[in-house]
């Protein structure tokens, strides 16, 4: 397969092998997100950049209240691994808990809106639940309206500051470890989480790592936000080696090639480098996947570098593109667990972004359309 040669998913029939329950292990912040339209200077004020995605500080402390006071704002369900895993989840079907999710959440009432969207999404959830912190929230700050007549700027249209709270509170210790909940970790054979979990729980992550590369399993891990790769880099570069498939964005693809001194801008030279790095279960070759928004996905293997174009939408059908990269990987991991190719997994997971651009949120319609 030549490196510059479209290669569209090949339309084949999918004869879907049975799956089992805890097939798909996910494991990251379950976060509630606060979704609104909000002015510049509400940017402004505190100190947020239009395509960005951090982590709540002293300075932000405020903005929460006041996004809730001052915005008509929507709530749901978020945290990026949790997007993931709800998305492959809806695009399987059945069996129902399929999926595995792990995360630290507060006794309250955010964090029971999180257990029942979790119940309705037909996820096993099994959170660890504590009282020191609330549950976790992120500010969806957006600066522009898909549906006006301004044209549809990639990535200028929000701002995320999250806030972990009891996300951060997640122990290996205190719930990974635990035996009921480790036999989840072993009855898994796919293995999702999200770069932003790095800043929580690196040991969590390396526990579980460990076990699939030692078990051959498969690995996929997100570089999720470019910070994660500027300062969370000694513990990414601790768990690269572990990764079977490592999925990114544009941006974050080249913030990673600068830290790792990859010394080009070409995304497909840095994902033939991404694939190259150094891995620890070598029976498995790494996949390096970088979605481009509209543009091509890019995808690295061993043998060879491909650019996978992305299903056509009218830009003004898009209501936002708020976990668009969770979707994706998410219909990439429905496709995964049953053993597809990966022509088809990236069918998938361009199918399912497809469906969450047209909606507000990380939400999807009752059944999937894809054959
Ligand atoms: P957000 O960053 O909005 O979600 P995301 O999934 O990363 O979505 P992006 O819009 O950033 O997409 P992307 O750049 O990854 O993918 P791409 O544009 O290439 O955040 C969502 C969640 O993050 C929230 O729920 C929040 O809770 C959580 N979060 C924030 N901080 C967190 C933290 N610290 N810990 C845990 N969670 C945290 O697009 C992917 C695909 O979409 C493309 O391949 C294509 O198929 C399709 N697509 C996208 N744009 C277009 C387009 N214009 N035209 C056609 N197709 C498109």
């Known amino acids: 397969m030549a490196a510059d040669e479209p290669q569209p998913a090949k339309k084949i029939k999918l004869h ?62 978020g945290g990026s691994t949790q997007n993931s895993v709800k998305v492959a989840q809806w695009m399987i079907q059945q069996p129902h808990k399929v999926a595995t999710f792990f995360g630290c959440i507060g006794k309250d009432k955010f964090g029971e809106i999180l257990k029942r969207k979790a119940e309705e999404a037909h996820v096993d959830a099994h959170y660890f639940e504590q009282n020191d912190q609330p549950t976790g929230t992120c500010a969806a700050c957006i600066t522009g309206d898909n549906r006006s007549a301004t044209p549809f700027k990639k990535r200028g249209l929000r701002s995320l500051v999250a806030n972990l709270a009891a996300a951060n509170c997640y122990k290996k210790e205190g719930h990974l470890d635990q035996k009921e909940n480790w036999q989840f970790v072993e009855k898994a054979r796919v293995y999702y989480i999200a770069g932003f979990f790095i800043t929580v729980s690196p040991e969590s992550i390396l526990k579980v790592a460990t076990h699939v590369s030692e078990s051959n399993k498969i690995l996929g891990l997100n570089l999720s936000a470019p910070f994660i790769s500027q300062f ?80 056509d939408i009218k830009q003004d059908e898009i209501v936002d593109t708020n976990g668009a990269g969770d979707a994706f ?6 496709q995964l667990v049953r053993d597809q190719p990966l022509e088809e997994c990236i069918r998938a997971g361009h199918y399912a972004a497809n469906v969450i651009i047209r909606r507000s949120g990380c939400t999807f319609p009752e059944v999937p359309d894809f054959h």
């Open 16 to 77: 879907h092998q049975p799956l089992r329950e805890n097939v798909l292990f996910g494991m990251g912040n379950p976060l509630l997100d606060i979704c609104a339209v909000v002015d510049k200077d509400f940017l402004d004020k505190y100190g947020l950049k239009t395509n960005d995605q951090i982590l709540a500080d002293e300075k932000h402390k405020e903005l929460f209240e006041e996004l809730v006071k001052k915005f008509r704002v929507e709530y749901h369900a």
């Open 232 to 311: 969370f880099k000694e513990d990414l570069m601790k768990v690269i080696p572990y990764v079977d498939i490592l999925f990114g964005n544009e941006t974050e693809a080249a913030t990673f090639a600068r830290e790792q001194g990859f010394e080009t801008e070409d995304i497909k030279e840095i994902a033939k480098k991404a694939q190259g790095l150094p891995k620890v279960n070598e029976k498995r070759r790494r996949i390096i996947v970088f979605t481009q928004g509209k543009d091509d996905t890019i995808v690295a293997t061993a043998d060879n570098v491909t650019a996978f174009p992305v299903l």
């Open 329 to 334: 990987v998410g219909g990439f991991l429905s």
